[in-house]
């Protein structure tokens, strides 16, 4: 294994823990009756940092490992699911679209759209009701506004750095 792989695998851990963090320790009350944290926020900057493929991992990892250390366990399957390819949506778009600032807003909507249609069939398939899981869409909506906010205005202010955009060559 060269330099360039370990940096790579040692970033995706990082990332996947600061995932871990930003879900479960910060948390904003949301008047949709739930909290919006900071994990998709670091879920979007994975696609911008790692690319997709890398960057699902990280993002996948540190969201599940979120859901099944507190007390949502019945749900990390998805949530594996449905953030890791959240990832590859966005980081391919990204990629599609040139790595351009709008290319980032763009791709985080697309991601978040989707994060949003997944949990909702999730709940669909756990609950067998799809009345009671679009009960979940309201505050989903409001994390993916936060994220999509967030995550590009992050990787843009990471971006001018010239430390971090040499070892983040994907951004």
């Known amino acids: 294994m060269n330099t360039r792989q370990i940096h790579i695998w040692i970033s ?42 890398h960057g ?37 778009l990204y990629r599609a679209m040139g790595k351009r600032p709008m290319g980032m807003v763009l791709s985080a909507i697309a991601a978040e759209i989707w994060m949003v249609l997944g949990y909702f069939l999730y709940a669909a398939i756990l609950l067998g009701n799809g009345l009671a899981a679009a009960s979940s869409i309201p505050g989903n909506l409001m994390q993916a506004a936060f994220a999509v906010v967030g995550g590009p205005a992050l990787a843009l202010a990471l971006r001018a750095q010239s430390r971090i955009r040499a070892r983040f060559p994907a951004l």
Do not use: E, H, R
């Not at 859901?67 to 949506?89: E, Q, R």
């Open 56 to 92: 699902a991992v990280a993002g996948g990892v540190g969201s599940l490992l979120a859901d099944a250390l507190t007390g949502y366990l019945l749900y990390a399957p998805g949530t594996l699911i449905i953030k890791s390819l959240m990832v590859i949506l966005s980081g391919l």
């Open 12 to 53: 995706s851990a990082l990332l996947a823990a600061l995932t871990y963090i930003g879900t479960i320790v910060v948390q904003i009350p949301s008047p949709m009756n739930g909290f919006v944290n900071l994990g998709d926020i670091v879920v979007l900057l994975c696609a911008y940092l790692l690319g997709p493929w």
